[in-house]
């Protein structure tokens, strides 16, 4: 089992910046990838970035640039630095955790930005 908890989300202004940490406790040893989703309420949840145990990233188009995942080298933390937030970017964010037999989800944390 994996048990993430994220922390970091809140309100900013159209183009400020924000953090988001996740940290993972359990059978890490398991996770090859770890990464955040987010979701508005009515659409699916989408992928914003990811991470490989490798350091190998990828990223949505929609934050290309603005966005940047990064990742503890004990691996057991990831974060988001996201710049130049725009209203669009409102979300719940959530940590994902993949292993080989199953994904974990966190509980999610709300980004909101507005001016």
Do not use: H
């Not at 400020?16 to 398991?30: E, H, K, Q, V």
């Not at 949505?60 to 990831?78: L, P």
């Amino acid at each position: 089992q994996v048990q993430l908890v994220e922390s970091g989300g809140g309100l900013v202004q159209p183009g400020g910046s924000l953090r988001l940490s996740c940290a993972a406790s359990g059978s890490i040893f398991s996770i090859y990838r770890m990464g955040w989703y987010r979701q508005v309420s009515g659409k699916q949840r989408e992928l914003v970035a990811r991470i490989t145990t490798d350091g190998i990233a990828n990223y949505a188009d929609s934050v290309k640039g603005r966005f940047t995942v990064s990742r503890e080298y004990a691996g057991n933390t990831v974060y988001l630095q996201m710049n130049s937030l725009k209203p669009e970017d409102t979300a719940v964010y959530y940590c994902n955790a993949e292993t080989p037999r199953k994904d974990y989800w966190g509980k999610g944390t709300l980004v909101i930005v507005s001016s």
